[in-house]
């Protein structure tokens, strides 16, 4: 019900052959189950806007900018393309932001796939990530089976588990998938220390400091000063 107040969409895609595992459609096959999901996504998208169009026709005080952005998402919607591929104006964008449009959100594909394609994924990921190159979607491989097991057991252990399967936590599985959703939402990472305490605060890429501080407390960032700041790489190296 809240799905339209998130700010991305993670698809998960099947990508694994399991007769134990039964597909709803008998068979597995990513890119006409990420069709279904597009299609329905998609209708609940005209739903909204048309509905909406059919308000600001009404309303002699509505926005113009309002009723043409409509009109253009509903032109992409009905020739079967997503929302985020429509080319709004500033101020279009505004006027329509409230919708929470599913297709306007940016997406990421999580590739589903076996425990032994984990490090190089297969044939049913690549043709993933040939329908996400369409519109600069991202592809992370994850592994639901691997990452279940994964929360059961400690650092070390985990780290043997992951090398017997010849890839790294970074590359892919949910660190992968934080990781592109940070890039996807153009967000980074700053730190702040003290001396009972380290905490991290996120925010969009090219903050200026005085508004990252504000993240933290608005008081932060009405009296802001000055910051000192350090690169995360000289952190580490200084140890």
């Known amino acids: 019900g809240n799905i339209r107040q998130v700010d991305a969409v993670v698809h998960v895609v ?3 052959e399991d007769p134990d595992v039964i597909h709803v459609d008998g068979s597995v096959d990513p890119i006409r189950d990420i069709e279904i999901i597009n299609l329905e996504l998609a209708l609940s998208d005209m739903e909204q ?6 308000k600001v026709a009404k309303d002699r005080k509505a926005s113009p900018d309002e009723k043409k952005a409509l009109e253009k998402l509903l032109e992409a919607l009905n020739n079967d393309q997503p929302a985020r591929l429509v080319d709004l104006t500033e101020e279009e964008e505004k006027a329509t932001k409230a919708l929470g449009l599913l297709t ?3 997406v990421i594909f999580a590739a589903n796939v076996a425990d032994s394609d984990l490090a190089e994924g297969n044939s049913m990921v690549e043709s993933v ?3 996400a190159s369409k519109e600069g979607a991202p592809v992370v ?3 639901a089976q691997v990452e279940s097991e994964l929360v059961e057991l400690d650092p070390e252990e985990k780290k043997e588990f992951l090398d ?3 890839v790294e936590e970074e590359s892919c599985g949910l660190r992968a998938l934080v990781r592109a959703a940070y890039e996807r939402l153009d967000l980074q990472t700053y730190f702040t220390s003290g001396e009972t305490e380290t905490r991290a605060w996120t ?3 090219g903050t200026k400091a005085p508004q990252a501080a504000g993240v933290i ?4 960032e009405r009296g802001f000063i000055r910051a000192e700041t350090m690169a995360y790489d000289e952190l580490v190296e200084a140890g």
């Open 203 to 205: 925010i969009m890429r």
């Open 14 to 16: 099947r990508c694994f």
């Open 217 to 220: 407390h608005s008081d932060f």
């Open 104 to 106: 306007r959100k940016p």
């Open 164 to 166: 017997a399967l010849g």
């Open 129 to 131: 990530r040939e329908h």
């Open 141 to 143: 491989i994850v592994s």
């Open 49 to 54: 806007c048309e509905k909406r169009l059919a």
